[in-house]
């Protein structure tokens, strides 16, 4: 008999508050260094290496040992590996001495391989065709809740190598085919500065402000992660960014600008998820999961418009908090996906966050938003402040209400905490709990 | 350089067949008396397939808003930058929406709001695409 799929998801509206709500917790988390790229010869710095330097850390972290380990959830998705298509596929290359003896290791990782290199004795769960990192911790929320396995880690890699990103493959054809037949001919390759800056340009006619507005939020994520030691502008060397090389910074896609996209890393990140029970004996005070939403929006037609995503994300945050039992004003971390930049405003806008309403955020940037200040918002300095680890804003919200998050705590209340890696479209957030309930 | 030249698939080909005769035929739900645009296989308001019929539209839209591509990733259209990257609304219905990149209006100069009609663009052997021009 056929294994029916595992239904773990919790995307669809009207599902009530998450029965298990509060007896998940996130007990560790590690880091490895961020590169901007692998440079093809370094065997300690491919994205296997760091992948397993991650959960190294992220099992330290916790106070774990690898024979305490019995689930392993690691995204074998990695930007600009299999999730580009084939614009951004890296093999065939010369190879080397095992483990690194195929691409597995090099640019690509999944939960059998680490499990394999880990030598982990008692992984009873390693699923396959894991998602990304926006509904991954959700997997790994609702696999524990379940029963499926009581330690966990959880693994996000983001690979990048030489060469422009997302250049060849299909990107490089003279003809488009499957849904690129709609976007390619006019030079829309598709990804999510495309959708999103149509409605960016709808937002700003509509409530007002030009594009320039978003540059003190842009400026703030510099800020926060030059205060983050393990993201890519803090161990890079990089200065704050200013307004000057904000606005004189050259265009992609007029208005977006090149300080409007996050950077592409190779990085990987792990976090040891385990029952609340189990982690109130852990190394370190437990991180609660209080929700974990998902959603996967159709667009009706060519181009979703600003009403269409002011819809998607207004049913996003109406999911996330009702599972959560929580509202706007019960929230006191606010870490949004920020990959473009144009995209934070219509999620602070749909949870409502510090009380920001439809058409306040550009006034919202301009008031205080450091995270000494009242309203810290994205204190993790998220993608653009970190590079394209996709992992800033959960690790943020983890250490904030740790109370460890150093020169980023935040001076406010800092018990419950939103994160998310998704779009308007797609993805997911994640409530986290300094309390269980 | 030319465009990306659109490859027709069992779905799409009645459509690209009409852009190929410079018409302008999308998808029209009879059950729930919406247009669609790209097609699919089902009516994305009802969800019905057997009601979805091909419609010739008159091509009249406004260009809602744009961005100008200074640099984008693919390779073909990369000698053309910049260029600009319209949304077309239909007037026939306004909830569908296409791409064009202005033929005629130079980088930096589209005029929000104004009228366009559709006319069409050879790309490639015996392939048109659909493009918008403004109207005077």
Redesign the interface.
């Given at each position: 008999m056929a294994t029916q799929p595992y239904k773990w998801r919790r995307d669809t509206d009207g599902l009530g508050v998450w029965e298990h709500r509060g007896k998940v917790a996130v007990a560790g988390f590690g880091h490895s260094p961020v590169n901007r790229r692998w440079d093809e010869t370094s065997m300690d710095q491919t994205l296997g290496a760091y992948s397993m330097l991650a959960c190294e850390l992220a099992m330290e972290d916790a106070g774990v040992t690898p024979d305490q380990i019995d689930g392993v959830i690691c995204c074998d998705s990695h930007i600009a590996g299999s999730s580009g298509g084939t614009?951004s596929n890296w093999a065939p290359r010369p190879y080397f001495e095992p483990p690194y003896d195929s691409e597995w290791g090099l640019t690509l990782v999944n939960g059998d391989w680490l499990v394999k290199q880990l030598e982990l004795p008692n992984v009873k769960y390693a699923p396959s065709n894991v998602p990304t990192i926006g509904e991954m911790l959700g997997l790994a929320a609702q696999s524990i809740a379940d029963g499926k396995c009581t330690t966990c880690l959880v693994i996000y890699p983001t690979g990048n190598m030489e060469g422009r990103y997302?250049?060849g493959g299909e990107?490089?054809?003279?003809?488009?085919?499957?849904?690129r037949?709609?976007?390619?001919?006019?030079?829309?390759?598709g990804?999510n500065d495309?959708i999103n800056?149509?409605p960016h340009?709808?937002y700003c006619?509509k409530y007002g402000g030009t594009h320039d507005d978003v540059a003190p939020f842009v400026i703030n994520q510099h800020r926060n992660g030059l205060l983050t030691p393990w993201g890519y502008n803090a161990s890079s060397g990089m200065v704050q960014l200013t307004e000057d090389d904000y606005v004189n910074s050259?265009?992609?896609?007029?208005?977006?600008r090149i300080f409007d996209c996050d950077r592409p890393v190779n990085a990987s990140a792990a976090y040891l998820v385990t029952t609340a029970e189990r982690a109130r004996d852990m190394k370190q005070p437990p991180v609660y999961v209080l929700n974990h939403s998902q959603h996967n929006f159709?667009q009706?037609?060519?181009?979703p418009?600003l009403d269409e995503i002011e819809e998607w994300t207004d049913r996003a945050a109406t999911r996330m908090y009702e599972g959560a039992g929580l509202g706007p004003a019960d929230v006191d971390i606010f870490n949004p996906y920020d990959g473009y930049s144009i995209m934070s405003q219509f999620f602070l806008e749909a949870f409502q966050w510090h009380g920001v309403k439809r058409g306040d955020s550009f006034a919202f940037y301009a008031d205080d938003i450091r995270v000494e200040g009242p309203h810290p918002f994205s204190s993790s300095g998220g993608n653009l402040g970190n590079g394209r680890t996709r992992t800033a804003m959960y690790t943020d919200s983890i250490e904030q209400l740790r109370g460890t998050a150093g020169p980023r705590q935040v001076t406010v209340r800092a018990e419950t905490a939103l994160a998310a890696f998704t779009t308007p479209s797609s993805g997911g957030w994640m409530m986290f709990g300094k309390h269980p309930s | 350089m030319p465009k990306i030249i659109p490859a027709p698939d069992d779905l799409s080909k009645p459509f690209w067949d009409a852009v190929n005769e410079k018409r302008l035929s999308v998808q029209n739900c009879t059950a729930c008396d919406r247009l669609q645009y790209p097609p699919r296989q089902a009516c994305f308001a009802c969800g019905s397939a057997e009601k979805l019929e091909w419609k010739d539209v008159e091509g009249k839209g406004h260009i809602s808003t744009y961005i100008v591509i200074e640099d984008g990733r693919l390779n073909r259209r990369m000698p053309d930058q910049p260029y600009n990257l319209a949304l077309i609304t239909l007037d026939e219905d306004t909830s569908v929406n296409f791409y064009s990149n202005l033929p005629g209006v130079p980088p930096y100069e589209v005029p929000v709001g104004a009228a366009v009609q559709v006319i069409f663009e050879e790309v490639g052997p015996d392939q048109l695409i659909h493009e918008w021009q403004v109207v005077d």
């Open positions: 614009a997302r250049r990107n490089a054809q003279d003809h488009a085919d499957g849904t037949q709609w976007t390619f001919p006019w030079g829309n390759h990804g495309f800056i149509f340009n709808q006619l050259r265009y992609i896609l007029n208005p977006l159709t009706r037609t060519t181009q418009d | -």
